[in-house]
């Protein structure tokens, strides 16, 4: 049945879209996914039936919860009590095994100790759909398990495949028998009767192994079997458009971006010698455009190299005019606006979602082909996109503010400079027409930046009032968070929850000042600077210094989509060397909350609908930064031809490694923790869309921002808090975090 199709109904996981292309790669068949909310069918049972008919199969997936709960099963709870005409073949998955347990008879219980991010070892039987199969090793991610009636095996014989006696609903077919605390744990059963399988594992995670694929095509194969020769043949009924699932989000009435011809890239390129210090050509450009917005997306160097010159060999300056177009977005008010030197050009009530098209809309219609190939960045859109703003693109409620900020905010950059701390090679760029005068002018002041100036002599600076710091996390009031998060796994309804905290400061020293000390004590591959200011409303800005590590999403003109989360902190101290770092990050703790996150990702990815070929060439390598040891996966795709990597950027936030999994219900218990307290930019994304069609972001982590109508600067730091937390330890990382930010303010 190669042309056959699937229904999978999905409890809002953050696996769900990796269930979907496994099946899809196993099988070779449709699928098709709705939720268990659908409003069609929720409150409509014969409206339900009659959809599941024009399918082969169902796969109930994995989502937070406990099966008990309506809400948290919705459509999956109705699968087992179908009309006998309408029964067809099901597989649970999780969430969805633990619901046809319990109506199995079954009881589902907390288990010991959760089970989240673990590979371990299956025991099969062999047969039914583990027939020749060998050795399985997969991924769990669950806090409950079924416990069959009987209870668990007395032996490890022929009772592990004994049905229980006294309701013999659920034949066993493997197990778990590594976990000394919690017993043996039922892994796959089948009904007796009906033709409904489930597995409590996750055979779809990157880290479960091939052998357990085999269970996906001999589900399909005792499916079809169990169709020839009970299910009533039926006529080929064509759905149509109604019942098609589509993975590409639909807006009515999405504000549409102007239309204007392509651009065209004017450029001039000269080799600069190293090592040189970005940081003077960066002050020689504001000294020359001290009437332009100059922002700097740098890739540090340390010892003359690039701190990591496979992610961050270039540094980008950009020069907007004070007519330059800015692309502005408040969750607070649900407001666009867009506006060039003072002008208004558009307002609409609109969603982040809606503004995230908007800046698509605007970028397809600003392409250029032209530049130099050995620039990443020819100009186009700078700016960020935070934390608040990623809630609402997956509907969840930001946390309520008593005045508005911005929440996205980009500026179109139409002027230059690119520098490639590998060959020297630098690139002045320009967007607009006949600007060879801006070019020549500039590539001079860049060479000559570094040389001593005979006409400047810097003033004694006088005292400035101490910092201080105006509000911070206490030790009690976080580790009480952690123990609240913990809680929350353990029910079930989070695999792991990435808890922050902010640090208020007041200093009077100038932005500048404080990024060039935070790129010296602390160097990072995605280091910036970014001063935003409204041409319209010059009370309203925002200055923001980062050095993080982190790489959120990139996209190359070729296609090529990257994601690189880190999650996993060693902090370099005396005695701890690479080698230590390696062992404490081979932890099986470290190595689920990075695990979490990849399989996360990979569903963000695997839901974009022109993106494919979405693998993990990299999985928990550790690299080596200034302060940190830390743990990174890579995780890649390919855009279809001609395609923008704006709907992966719209599909993926916020950063999965700042929320947890699975990411909706994750972000909404979050919000709750964190006493409502906004984040703002940190746990957002910062980078660029290039004209060239690429882009890059990073996530806001190692950072610091100010709003123009507040005194204080804000810091966020945190981690991933999962079963095997330590609340100390917890309180220890955020701080090991905190503190390289706290001491570039001078802070001790």
Same mark, same amino acid.
């Given at each position: 049945?190669?042309?056959?199709?699937?229904?999978?109904?999905?409890?809002?996981?953050?696996?769900?879209? $990796?269930?979907?292309?496994?099946?899809?790669?196993?099988?070779?068949?449709?699928?098709?996914?709705?939720?268990?909310?659908?409003?069609?069918?929720?409150?409509?049972?014969?409206?339900?039936?009659?959809?599941?008919?024009?399918?082969?199969?169902?796969?109930?997936?994995?989502?937070?919860?406990?099966?008990? $709960?309506?809400?948290?099963?919705?459509?999956?709870?109705?699968?087992?009590?179908?009309?006998?005409?309408?029964?067809?073949?099901?597989?649970?998955?999780?969430?969805?095994?633990?619901?046809?347990?319990?109506?199995?008879?079954?009881?589902?219980?907390?288990?010991?100790?959760?089970?989240?991010?673990?590979?371990?070892?299956?025991?099969?039987?062999?047969?039914?759909?583990?027939?020749?199969?060998? @050795?399985?090793?997969?991924?769990?991610?669950?806090?409950?398990?079924?416990?069959?009636?009987?209870?668990?095996?007395?032996?490890?014989?022929?009772?592990?495949?004994?049905?229980?006696?006294?309701? @013999?609903?659920?034949?066993?077919?493997?197990?778990?028998?590594?976990?000394?605390?919690?017993?043996?744990?039922?892994?796959?059963?089948?009904?007796?009767? /009906?033709?409904?399988?489930?597995?409590?594992?996750?055979?779809?995670?990157?880290?479960?192994?091939?052998?357990?694929?085999?269970?996906?095509?001999?589900?399909?194969?005792?499916?079809?079997?169990?169709?020839?020769?009970?299910?009533?043949?039926?006529?080929?009924?064509?759905?149509?458009?109604?019942?098609?699932?589509?993975?590409?989000?639909?807006?009515?009435?999405?504000?549409?971006?102007?239309?204007?011809?392509?651009? +065209?890239?004017?450029?001039?390129?000269?080799?600069?010698?190293?090592?040189?210090?970005?940081?003077?050509?960066?002050?020689?450009?504001?000294?020359?455009?001290?009437?332009?917005?100059?922002?700097?997306?740098?890739?540090?160097?340390?010892?003359?190299?690039?701190?990591?010159?496979?992610?961050?060999?270039?540094?980008?300056?950009?020069?907007?005019?004070?007519?330059?177009?800015?692309?502005?977005?408040?969750?607070?008010?649900?407001?666009?606006?867009?506006?060039?030197?003072?002008?208004?050009?558009?307002?609409?009530?609109?969603?982040?979602?809606?503004?995230?098209?908007?800046?698509?809309?605007?970028?397809?219609?600003?392409?250029?082909?032209?530049?130099?190939?050995?620039?990443? !960045?020819?100009?186009?859109?700078?700016?960020?996109?935070?934390?608040?703003?990623?809630? @609402?693109?997956?509907?969840?409620?930001?946390?309520?503010?008593?005045?508005?900020?911005?929440?996205?905010?980009?500026?179109?950059?139409?002027?230059?400079?690119?520098?490639?701390?590998?060959?020297?090679?630098?690139?002045?760029?320009?967007?607009?027409?006949?600007?060879?005068?801006?070019?020549?002018?500039?590539?001079?002041?860049?060479?000559?930046?570094?040389?001593?100036?005979?006409?400047?002599?810097?003033?004694?600076?006088?005292?400035?009032?101490?910092? /201080?710091?105006?509000?911070?996390?206490?030790?009690?009031?976080?580790?009480?968070?952690?123990?609240?998060?913990?809680?929350?796994?353990?029910?079930?309804?989070?695999?792991?929850?990435?808890?922050?905290?902010?640090?208020?400061?007041?200093?009077?020293?100038?932005?500048?000042?404080?990024?060039?000390?935070?790129?010296?004590?602390?160097?990072?591959? !995605?280091?910036?600077?970014?001063?935003?200011?409204?041409?319209?409303?010059?009370?309203?800005?925002?200055?923001?210094?980062?050095?993080?590590?982190?790489?959120?999403?990139?996209?190359?003109?070729?296609?090529?989509?990257?994601?690189?989360?880190? /999650?996993?902190?060693?902090?370099?101290?005396?005695?701890?060397?690479?080698?230590?770092?390696?062992?404490?990050?081979?932890?099986?703790?470290?190595?689920?909350? $990075?695990?979490?996150?990849?399989?996360?990702?990979?569903?963000?990815?695997?839901?974009?609908?022109?993106?494919?070929?979405?693998?993990?060439?990299?999985?928990?390598?550790?690299?080596?930064?200034?302060?940190?040891?830390?743990?990174?996966?890579?995780? +890649?795709?390919?855009?279809?031809?001609?395609?923008?990597?704006?709907?992966?950027?719209?599909?993926?936030?916020?950063?999965?490694?700042?929320?947890?999994?699975?990411?909706?219900?994750?972000?909404?218990?979050?919000?709750?923790?964190?006493?409502?307290?906004?984040?703002?930019?940190?746990?957002?994304?910062?980078?660029?869309?290039?004209?060239?069609?690429?882009?890059?972001?990073?996530?806001?982590?190692?950072?610091?921002?100010?709003?123009?109508?507040?005194?204080?600067?804000?810091?966020?730091?945190?981690?991933?808090?999962?079963?095997?937390?330590?609340?100390?330890?917890?309180?220890?990382?955020?701080?090991?975090?905190?503190?390289?930010?706290?001491?570039?303010?001078?802070?001790?």
């Amino acid at each position: 049945m190669s042309s056959g199709r699937i229904l999978f109904i999905d409890a809002h996981d953050s696996f769900s879209n $990796n269930i979907v292309s496994l099946l899809r790669d196993q099988l070779h068949i449709q699928v098709e996914l709705i939720h268990i909310d659908d409003p069609r069918f929720v409150l409509n049972d014969d409206a339900f039936h009659a959809f599941l008919q024009h399918f082969d199969a169902v796969v109930a997936g994995p989502g937070p919860g406990h099966p008990a $709960n309506p809400e948290d099963v919705g459509l999956i709870g109705k699968l087992w009590s179908l009309p006998e005409v309408h029964v067809l073949p099901l597989l649970g998955i999780c969430l969805g095994f633990q619901s046809l347990a319990l109506a199995s008879g079954a009881t589902v219980e907390r288990l010991k100790r959760p089970r989240h991010g673990l590979v371990t070892p299956v025991v099969h039987c062999s047969e039914d759909v583990y027939a020749e199969t060998g @050795e399985v090793a997969v991924t769990q991610y669950h806090s409950l398990h079924a416990r069959l009636s009987s209870g668990v095996p007395q032996s490890l014989g022929k009772d592990l495949w004994r049905a229980s006696p006294s309701r @013999e609903d659920l034949l066993p077919l493997a197990w778990d028998l590594s976990d000394d605390e919690n017993g043996p744990i039922l892994m796959s059963a089948r009904h007796r009767v /009906k033709p409904f399988w489930g597995v409590q594992y996750h055979p779809e995670s990157i880290c479960s192994n091939t052998e357990s694929h085999k269970l996906i095509v001999n589900w399909w194969r005792a499916a079809c079997n169990w169709s020839e020769t009970f299910r009533l043949q039926r006529a080929d009924v064509s759905t149509g458009r109604d019942h098609e699932h589509s993975d590409a989000t639909v807006h009515h009435d999405t504000p549409k971006a102007m239309v204007v011809g392509n651009v +065209s890239v004017q450029w001039l390129s000269s080799t600069l010698p190293i090592p040189l210090d970005t940081a003077d050509i960066v002050e020689a450009l504001r000294r020359k455009h001290c009437d332009s917005n100059v922002t700097l997306l740098e890739s540090c160097v340390r010892e003359g190299l690039p701190v990591n010159a496979e992610t961050g060999r270039y540094s980008i300056i950009g020069i907007a005019g004070s007519d330059a177009s800015h692309v502005q977005y408040w969750t607070h008010t649900n407001e666009l606006l867009v506006h060039a030197g003072g002008t208004e050009l558009h307002r609409a009530t609109a969603t982040s979602g809606e503004v995230l098209c908007y800046l698509h809309d605007f970028m397809h219609n600003h392409r250029a082909s032209d530049g130099p190939p050995g620039s990443p !960045f020819w100009g186009g859109m700078v700016g960020f996109v935070s934390y608040e703003a990623g809630l @609402e693109t997956i509907d969840v409620e930001p946390a309520p503010i008593s005045r508005k900020k911005p929440d996205i905010w980009f500026v179109f950059v139409e002027r230059s400079v690119v520098i490639n701390h590998v060959s020297g090679a630098c690139y002045v760029q320009s967007l607009i027409d006949n600007d060879g005068a801006w070019l020549a002018a500039t590539r001079n002041t860049v060479i000559n930046s570094s040389l001593p100036r005979n006409d400047f002599s810097s003033p004694t600076p006088s005292p400035l009032p101490p910092p /201080k710091i105006t509000s911070q996390p206490l030790k009690s009031d976080y580790c009480a968070k952690v123990t609240a998060c913990q809680s929350h796994l353990r029910a079930g309804l989070s695999y792991e929850l990435c808890l922050t905290a902010q640090t208020h400061i007041l200093t009077h020293e100038a932005p500048w000042s404080l990024y060039l000390r935070l790129r010296a004590q602390n160097p990072a591959p !995605f280091a910036a600077y970014l001063n935003l200011t409204s041409p319209s409303d010059p009370s309203e800005g925002v200055t923001l210094i980062s050095s993080s590590p982190e790489r959120f999403l990139s996209w190359t003109r070729g296609g090529e989509v990257q994601f690189r989360p880190i /999650k996993g902190t060693v902090k370099k101290s005396s005695g701890v060397t690479r080698e230590k770092a390696e062992v404490i990050l081979k932890s099986p703790k470290e190595q689920a909350e $990075n695990l979490m996150i990849v399989d996360l990702i990979r569903h963000d990815l695997s839901g974009v609908a022109n993106v494919s070929n979405v693998h993990v060439p990299q999985l928990m390598q550790v690299e080596e930064y200034t302060s940190l040891y830390q743990l990174v996966s890579v995780v +890649s795709g390919i855009l279809s031809p001609g395609g923008s990597g704006i709907p992966v950027l719209a599909a993926s936030l916020p950063p999965g490694s700042m929320t947890g999994a699975p990411k909706k219900r994750s972000c909404a218990l979050l919000t709750s923790i964190e006493d409502h307290e906004p984040r703002g930019l940190y746990s957002g994304v910062l980078g660029y869309m290039d004209v060239g069609g690429g882009g890059d972001f990073s996530v806001v982590i190692r950072s610091a921002f100010k709003y123009a109508d507040e005194s204080v600067w804000r810091i966020g730091a945190g981690g991933a808090v999962t079963v095997l937390s330590d609340p100390e330890s917890e309180w220890e990382e955020m701080c090991a975090k905190r503190e390289k930010m706290l001491g570039v303010f001078g802070i001790a």
